[in-house]
């Protein structure tokens, strides 16, 4: 506007020198007339020149407004954070799905005798792998503190939330209600985050880094970390009702410890803890034909650390985790109370990258279970493995990962539908798993993979523990034993007994899915 308000000015004297001068022209003044008429014609066209930008230029954007008493909402277009009230709050999550075929085993792979019942052949499914929702904040309390929270949930995509009812567990927890995942409130300063709530443990998470399978089907908690092969991974679980702290980093190191109070009344945890409603561990009572009691697994207080060592090209942690007073009573027919003992598991770790395409994992676990050495016979919890890993990559957005995982034998076997039990079983395990995978872009993802335990004569680890939603184990299909009103004493009122686990097994299987995320 002002430089139109110049431009007139400017005409105002042009034309009113062009007025003078034309009263007494002559051949000096007509050669000035006409160098200012040129003036003047340069001038008007610099003028609608300038209307036409001020006629076309778009008006300013409005100013946001909030009614009175609500709080401003912004929203970062990098990410999907919003700022409300000025703190930060922050939406994420993943979203993974895949197509899946996958064999329980070639029946000629179950050489210790026995068939199972059913289909253990090869069986296409979608599965809904690690998928989850959250969001998570701070709250400043002041220049140097803040409190931290976070809610998170799975998403079971290609499934309808509810309880388990399967026939490799009974399980009353939703996972796909709210806040069923990490979930917390807590303090964070300049010494560290303090938090409460439920979460991964450290002994957990200090290995994460080096699984470039999570959720797949070549998952390394098949074999790290699962004590007996089972779908559930004893030392590679979430917690609830728990508390746990997290340095700060202090130059390459960085330090986490975690607590989980028992909250069992009774003296072998083979109650329900307080404010739960699943036995500690996983599944309810009386799960997979086993009785009425937390028997199978159910633990008391644990606890959880984490030393971390992360500079450059390297990454070295060492972790450990105690699990108090673990019933397994169920694994004896007499239910000898002397098989409540404590559990534990350390395991040292370490991820290097040999260039900046090439990514080599390596760990070693131990697990001990400290049952008298009468009970040694029957003990499938004592034992060593390893994992190794390498990622190669292939372009700026695809790369090739290969994974071996070996678990080696067990001082004792409380016995399968097919094996015998007893001392020094012969149930090592390998498993091998390569998988491909595409960045379509910075939040999306395609992969393809293949995996495959092998488990000798004793053994029973399976393919997909660990997070996915379909898990291919050893149980077949024999329907769960339970309550028949229809047959009168002294007959046993009770019909069927499944499920069977067939130790032995081939597991394999292929997949091949897409992954969001955000």
């Given at each position: ?108 792979s179950y050489t210790l005798g026995g068939s199972p019942v059913g289909d253990v052949g090869y069986l296409s499914a979608v ?16 220049p140097l503190s803040g409190l931290v929270y976070q809610l998170e949930t799975q998403i079971d995509v290609s499934a309808t ?324 009103p229809t047959i009168a004493p002294p007959a046993q009122p009770v019909s069927y007994s499944g499920p069977h686990c067939f ?16």
């Amino acid at each position: 506007m002002k430089k139109l308000i110049a431009f007139a000015f400017a005409c105002v004297f042009v034309l009113g020198t062009s007025g003078i001068a034309n009263a007494d022209p002559d051949a000096a003044t007509q050669a000035k007339i006409d160098a200012l008429q040129a003036q003047l014609d340069a001038v008007k066209a610099q003028l609608d020149v300038l209307k036409a930008q001020q006629f076309l230029a778009p008006a300013p954007a409005p100013v946001a407004t909030n009614p009175p008493g609500t709080v401003p909402v912004r929203v970062k277009t990098d990410s999907a954070t919003f700022l409300i009230g000025g703190e930060q709050v922050t939406v994420y999550g993943n979203l993974d799905l895949s197509l899946d075929d996958t064999t329980k085993g070639l029946a000629k792979s179950y050489t210790l005798g026995g068939s199972p019942v059913g289909d253990v052949g090869y069986l296409s499914a979608v599965s809904t792998n690690l998928s989850y929702i959250g969001v998570r904040g701070t709250h400043k309390l002041g220049p140097l503190s803040g409190l931290v929270y976070q809610l998170e949930t799975q998403i079971d995509v290609s499934a309808t939330s509810g309880t388990a009812n399967t026939n490799s567990n009974n399980d009353t927890v939703v996972k796909g209600g709210l806040t069923s995942r990490n979930s917390f409130i807590g303090i964070a300063n300049k010494s560290g985050t303090y938090r409460i709530g439920k979460t991964d443990a450290p002994y957990k998470t200090s290995t994460a880094r080096m699984n470039p399978f999570s959720g797949e089907l070549g998952d390394y908690a098949v074999v790290m970390g699962n004590t007996g092969g089972d779908n559930r991974v004893e030392f590679g679980t979430r917690f609830d009702h728990a508390a746990w702290y997290d340095s700060p980093r202090m130059g390459p190191w960085t330090f986490s410890a975690f607590f989980s109070p028992g909250q069992n009344r009774s003296f072998d945890d083979g109650n329900i803890s307080a404010g739960e409603s699943s036995c500690a561990g996983g599944n309810v009572p009386g799960s997979g034909a086993l009785p009425p009691q937390c028997n199978d697994g159910a633990f008391g207080s644990a606890f959880s650390t984490a030393l971390v060592y992360d500079h450059g090209p390297v990454y070295l942690t060492g972790a450990y985790e105690l699990h108090k007073k673990v019933n397994r009573t169920s694994d004896l027919a007499d239910l000898d109370p002397n098989d409540v003992v404590d559990e534990q598991a350390w395991k040292l770790g370490g991820q290097f990258r040999l260039a900046k395409a090439t990514t080599v994992d390596a760990i070693y676990e131990n697990m001990t279970r400290f049952v008298p050495q009468y009970l040694e016979y029957q003990n499938e919890r004592t034992r060593d493995g390893f994992w190794l890993a390498l990622t190669q990559r292939l372009t700026p957005k695809s790369d090739i990962n290969f994974g071996w995982a070996r678990a080696n034998p067990t001082p004792g076997d409380p016995g399968q539908h097919n094996t015998p039990g007893g001392a020094n079983p012969d149930n090592m395990a390998n498993m091998y798993t390569i998988a491909y995978k595409h960045a379509i872009d910075k939040h999306v993802s395609w992969y393809a993979d293949w995996a495959m335990t092998l488990n000798h004569p004793a053994a029973h680890y399976d393919l997909g523990a660990g997070g996915r939603g379909i898990t291919t184990d050893c149980h077949d299909a024999t329907p769960l034993s339970a309550f028949d009103p229809t047959i009168a004493p002294p007959a046993q009122p009770v019909s069927y007994s499944g499920p069977h686990c067939f130790a032995g097994g081939r597991l394999e299987g292929f997949s091949t899915g897409l992954k969001l995320t955000f």
